[in-house]
């Protein structure tokens, strides 16, 4: 039962280019979703988050778009750079005491 | 900046045998937990732990499974009787307000190989 779910696990995008990282959810009870992201042999690095009252937040050139009757939201990295090369992690909070659940992740791959 | 300190990061073990997986959190922080993520799969949750208590626990935190919190600054994960399934990254992670902030602060993982 797969409540957060990355379809895509592999990405790859020009230098420079927009990279759009998807996730789909099933539980229209989870409150928070976040973005991490990880380099192998690393635990994940917290990168952007939404609060489920909106449907837009955005930090530098990271912009995590929520759609919440679609049950969808998306990373948006512009413009992508090499050094983002990792694999990207959605994760919605759903239980009480603020743990998150996961989706597999996307592992993207930016191209100089 | 702080940060979550885990070890050992690798540990071979023999089936049936008990491992512990030690973590420091970050110092202020109130909520604990751990995760796992079995080699190409994804990060799995296992457990969450406040207030010196369990607070919320996966189906895959079975009996073999227990936590602690020993001391001030330790928290700790262990495998009663280790199986060739439990060979996977376990990761600890703190938060300083459990519901009220949705980020989770990981360590870097510590890798269990059951032969």
């Known amino acids: 039962d797969q409540q957060v779910k990355q379809n895509s696990p592999s990405l790859s995008v020009q230098e420079g280019r927009i990279s759009i990282l998807n996730c789909d959810y099933t539980?229209?009870?989870?409150?928070?979703f976040l973005w991490y992201k990880k380099y192998p042999a690393e635990g994940p690095t917290f990168l952007i988050s939404i609060s489920s009252i909106k449907d837009k937040n955005e930090d530098g050139r990271f912009t995590v778009f929520l759609n919440k009757s679609a049950k969808h939201l998306s990373l948006h990295i512009v413009p992508s750079q090499p050094g983002d090369s990792a694999v990207y992690f959605c994760?919605?909070?759903?239980?009480?005491?603020?743990?998150?659940?996961f989706g597999k992740g996307t592992k993207l791959s930016v191209k100089p | 900046e702080p940060e979550v300190t885990q070890t050992p990061s690798h540990q071979v073990t023999q089936m049936g045998q008990e491992v512990i997986l030690r973590c420091v959190p970050i110092?202020?922080?109130?909520?604990f937990y751990w995760y796992r993520q079995i080699l190409g799969q994804k990060v799995e949750f296992l457990v969450s732990?406040?207030?010196?208590?369990?607070?919320?626990k996966s189906e895959i935190f079975d009996d073999q499974f227990s936590v602690e919190r020993p001391d001030g600054s330790n928290f700790t994960l262990k495998i009663r009787s280790t199986k060739l399934e439990d060979s996977a990254m376990y990761f600890c992670?703190?938060?300083?307000?459990?519901?009220?902030?949705?980020?989770?602060?990981f360590g870097e993982g510590s890798r269990l190989t059951v032969l």
């Open positions: 732990f406040y207030n010196n208590e369990i607070s919320e």
């Open positions: 994760a919605a909070r759903g239980g009480s005491q603020g743990n998150l659940i």
């Open positions: 539980n229209s009870m989870f409150d928070y």
């Open positions: 992670a703190s938060s300083g307000q459990g519901r009220n902030t949705g980020e989770l602060f």
């Open positions: 110092s202020n922080h109130l909520y």
